[in-house]
């Protein structure tokens, strides 16, 4: 009787210890999930683990990232933020799983509901691809130079790009930056606490697109500006409440390069070759974009190629060679030189 009443006290001590843990504020949680552990997890089992933990942490955002929005003038600014799950996200992609390692546990915490980070610019003119589709456009600036080709100064140097491990060369993985430094976790009286980070080589509609494609599987691609018309600029607004938000396929094949997201890159690719046309090809080649991603390169160069656009293409070769040399388009010598080994191969085998 004696042992019997021991083990029922010993079962009601672990039963109050476990209801007092319970009650604690569940900080660890926020970093719970480990990487090793959601490899074995389905997609449907890692979202019910990130909605069964937003039932003890009160939500279930626990990350918040800025991004820039706006082009204006040489800069690009105006940050807007987009909230986010960690567990998600670390499950999705290993720039992701090693960017919420030790570094970003501390020092890049904050409150759901505060402002962009103090310390932080609003602003940056180290944006790598101006020509970025998915940025908007300042009320003030003229847009009548937004094509694509007209950029310049915006590759990124062979010095500075870095392999993907697939024998293409891509730039840098994004340059996230954690908002606040060398400060402790602390929870923020009436406010859940957050990771808050500034994205500064990204454009939000490309990065909201990539969050709601996380979530969803979905990714709705917009027309190309080189066959953009007044009425598809239109149709973005047009978009019933649930569908998923517009982004560029060229601006999400350049973050899926970046992130390793080979599904979501080719998905891009095949959105960017389904839209060429005689009417474009000419703007696509000539852009800098065609000229950083090899890939692309030979898909718009085949496309002259196979389609009857190689006589107008060659008519024109002789403006853009004196544009080149003028420096108004300096990323056009890789495209070019492509067009030229076709057509010498093309002649060899007639």
């Known amino acids: 009787m004696k042992r019997k009443k021991r083990r029922l006290a010993r079962e009601e001590k672990r039963r109050a210890q476990a209801n007092d843990k319970a009650c604690e504020e569940p900080e660890s949680q926020l970093f719970e999930a480990t990487v090793s552990e959601l490899e074995y997890m389905t997609e449907q089992q890692i979202t019910w683990l990130a909605m069964k933990q937003s039932l003890t942490l009160g939500t279930f955002v626990d990350t918040k990232f800025y991004v820039f929005s706006r082009r204006r003038g040489g800069l690009v600014d105006k940050p807007l933020p987009i909230y986010a799950n960690s567990t998600i996200l670390k499950s999705k992609s290993t720039y992701f799983s090693g960017l919420f390692d030790s570094d970003f546990r501390e020092g890049s915490i904050d ?19 101006m020509s970025d589709s998915d940025l908007g456009w300042d009320d003030d600036s003229d847009p009548a130079n937004k094509d694509e080709q007209t950029a310049t100064g915006e590759v990124a140097s062979k010095n500075s790009l870095q392999s993907s491990g697939d024998g293409i060369e891509t730039t840098p993985l994004i340059n996230a930056i954690p908002a606040t430094s060398n400060r402790a976790y602390t929870s923020i009286a009436g406010h859940k606490p957050v990771r808050v980070i500034v994205i500064p080589d990204v454009a939000f509609s490309t990065f909201n697109a990539l969050m709601f494609f996380f979530l969803t599987g979905e990714v709705n691609f917009a027309s190309l500006r080189s066959t953009q018309s007044i009425d598809d600029e239109a149709s973005s607004f047009d978009l019933e409440p649930w569908e998923a938000p517009q982004c560029s396929p ?22 960017i070759e389904a839209k060429l046309t005689p009417d474009n090809i000419m703007v696509e080649l000539r852009s800098s974009f065609t000229s950083i991603y090899e890939e692309i390169r030979n898909i718009e160069v085949g496309y002259v190629c196979e ?44």
Not at 250 to 271: H, N, P, T, V
Request: hydrophobic share 35%.
């Open 111 to 129: 409150s759901l509901n505060g402002g962009f980070p103090n310390g932080r610019a609003e602003c940056t003119s180290e944006y790598d691809y």
């Open 250 to 271: 060229k601006s999400m094949y350049r973050l899926a390069d970046k992130l390793g997201l080979s599904d979501l890159k080719e998905k891009a690719k095949k959105d």
């Open 307 to 350: 389609n009857d656009c190689l006589p107008s293409v060659l008519q024109a070769i002789p403006e853009w060679l004196a544009e080149h040399g003028t420096g108004k388009i300096p990323h056009s010598t890789s495209v070019i030189t492509a067009l030229f080994q076709n057509v010498c191969l093309i002649a060899m085998d007639s």
